[in-house]
């Protein structure tokens, strides 16, 4: 079985200023990571996906993320954030093999003006 | 290209109710996926599929069922509502052998009341 950890539930920040958003995960097997975001009244969009290779993966809207297999982590960051960055945000594995989704229960970015 | 589209936006029916909802995938897409968000919570993973053929289930009861027709399409069906199935359900389509390349749609709103 596989889990999901956003270890918060809610992230305040001020406009321009760098954020990161944590994820852990478990799995006994290998894994595929993704980041996703939620507008309001909108489905998900993808911001990055981790499948192989480079550890430091880039992604839309100017987000990355860094995959760290010893501490079990995908956390999502940016370097200066805006306005238009406030939404809920899921972080989301997958086995190989296996395309069913779990997701975390979401972190809610707040931008401060 | 199209997105996923999904129909109702939203839906108010009561206990006990069967509820039908749908999706038309993304062009070109042959796979189609269902998630369930309750408020305040990350998607569940409800069901596949593939082929017309469910290619994969969640923790749902069989009142949960759903369809995939010749064009990709597909529907959820959900008999003997109860309250906790109040909630946002997500539609994602994706195409077999590309990496997750998973299109959401903006899913539907239902509520039992």
């Known amino acids: 079985a596989q889990s999901v950890t956003q270890l918060d539930s809610q992230v305040p920040v001020f406009e321009e200023a760098p954020v990161e958003l944590r994820c852990n995960y478990s799995?006994?097997?290998?894994?595929?990571l993704f980041w996703y975001v939620q507008y309001p009244n909108q489905g998900l969009q993808l911001l990055l996906k981790?499948?192989?290779?480079?550890?430091l993966v880039k992604g839309i809207n100017g987000f990355e993320a860094e995959f760290n297999k010893s501490q079990t982590s995908f956390h999502l960051r940016k370097p200066s954030v805006h306005i238009s960055d406030t939404a809920e945000y899921f972080c989301a594995v997958s086995n190989f093999g296996n395309e069913k989704l779990t997701f975390g229960t979401g972190t809610r970015l707040t931008i401060i003006p | 290209e199209t997105g996923v589209t999904q129909s109702p936006t939203h839906l108010i029916k009561t206990r006990g109710q069967q509820v039908t909802l749908r999706c038309s995938s993304q062009?070109?897409?042959?796979?189609v996926s269902w998630y369930q968000q309750a408020l305040g919570q990350g998607p569940q993973f409800i069901f596949q599929y593939y082929r017309e053929e469910e290619n994969g289930r969640g923790n749902f009861p069989p009142r949960f069922s759903g369809l995939q027709f010749p064009n990709y399409s597909s529907e959820l069906n959900v008999n003997a509502l109860e309250l906790d199935d109040s909630a946002l359900y997500l539609c994602?389509?994706?195409?077999?052998?590309?990496?997750?390349?998973?299109?959401f749609g903006s899913g539907t709103r239902l509520t039992v009341v």
């Open positions: 994602a389509s994706s195409l077999v052998g590309v990496n997750y390349g998973y299109t």
């Open positions: 062009s070109g897409h042959n796979t």
């Open positions: 799995s006994s097997v290998s894994v595929y």
């Open positions: 981790y499948l192989s290779g480079s550890t």
